[in-house]
């Protein structure tokens, strides 16, 4: 890969640093810790270009040491980081994993708080082959949810592939129905959509697997997962008036799980390299519960071993 040409996946969103303890047991007890880049679209990238994609991460870190450790971090796993901003009046975010316990984050008033639709401006967003974002994005500030609707603006007229995972987090959001409005707008506007089971429940009072498509018939491709059980792949076929889909679900992969936050972008970023190489929607599915593994298997959002 040259990192002249163009990437394959551009992937657009929040960074941070993610401090985590370095062996399985809990914050408040432990004593060595990693500092490794973290935040949704910065793992897809990095999953990406493990596994040989040509993958480009856009957003912006603060003018500080955390900063300048994220990009290299990230370039130093085959990312693109051509495209990463730099604001000199907000600080790097910071989040904590407790390992079985969830995550604390810090990230008000952060600079990819700050990220607006000029972080747009020289993006390869017209020859790249999938553009990916998440529904973190929209819930950071009225900027970055600005930049989210400039993204889908941009995309829509090219050839590229609008990939969106839904990613809700309860906290950003002012109360669950203005996140539900939000998120359900823009998987619908999306090509190829990624939802957990539970957060479709949570969001929009949804069942099954089934039902989560009947609420957003829209995109091409949906991919509805359901943690330790499996994921479920709906794909569009047909013309106006004659409109079905196809169907396929694939079992989960059998694993212990030290960790679950960050196993859900190793997914998307397996399933999106499965696709880029023509893969079958079986396989598609295998490929991103085999990449979600490497995480569930530890502590850090992307293996520490490069895999």
């Known amino acids: 890969m040259t990192l002249a040409a163009q990437p394959d ?28 880049p973290g935040g949704a679209e910065a793992n897809v990238a990095s999953h990406l270009a493990a596994l040989g994609r040509h993958a480009a991460w856009a957003g912006t870190v603060g003018d500080d040491t955390l900063g300048r450790r994220l990009v290299r971090q990230l370039a130093e796993r085959g990312v693109d980081t051509r495209w990463v901003g730099v ?42 082959r999938i553009v990916h974002l998440s529904g973190i994005t929209p819930a950071l500030s009225a900027s970055c949810d600005a930049l989210v609707d400039a993204a889908f603006a941009l995309v829509a007229p090219g050839p590229a592939i609008m990939s969106f995972d839904v990613n809700h987090r309860p906290v950003l959001w002012s109360s669950t129905d203005v996140a539900a409005r939000r998120l359900r707008e823009l998987a619908a506007r999306a090509d190829l959509v990624f939802v957990g089971l539970d957060e479709a429940a949570e969001l929009w009072d949804t069942e099954t697997a089934d039902d989560v498509r009947a609420l957003l018939p829209e995109p091409a491709l949906l991919v509805v997962k359901d943690g330790a059980v499996g994921a479920t792949e709906f794909a569009r076929i047909g013309t106006s008036g004659n409109i079905g889909d196809t169907l396929e679900r694939v079992p989960a992969v059998p694993t212990d799980v030290v960790e679950a936050v960050g196993a859900g972008d190793a997914f998307a970023a397996g399933y999106l390299d499965a696709f880029l190489r023509g893969a ?23 293996p520490r071993t490069r895999r």
């Open 9 to 36: 996946v551009v992937a657009i969103g929040e960074t941070m640093v993610l401090i985590a303890p370095a062996h399985a047991e809990p914050l408040e007890r432990a004593v060595d810790f990693h500092l490794d």
């Open 87 to 128: 604001d000199p009046e907000a600080p790097t975010g910071v989040y904590f994993k407790d390992p079985g316990r969830g995550v604390q984050y810090f990230r008000a008033g952060s600079a990819a708080s700050r990220m607006a639709p000029a972080l747009l401006d020289e993006l390869p967003v017209d020859t790249a």
């Open 280 to 302: 079958s929607p079986a396989e598609r599915l295998r490929a991103g519960h085999e990449r979600a593994v490497l995480v569930l298997a530890e502590t850090a959002d992307f």
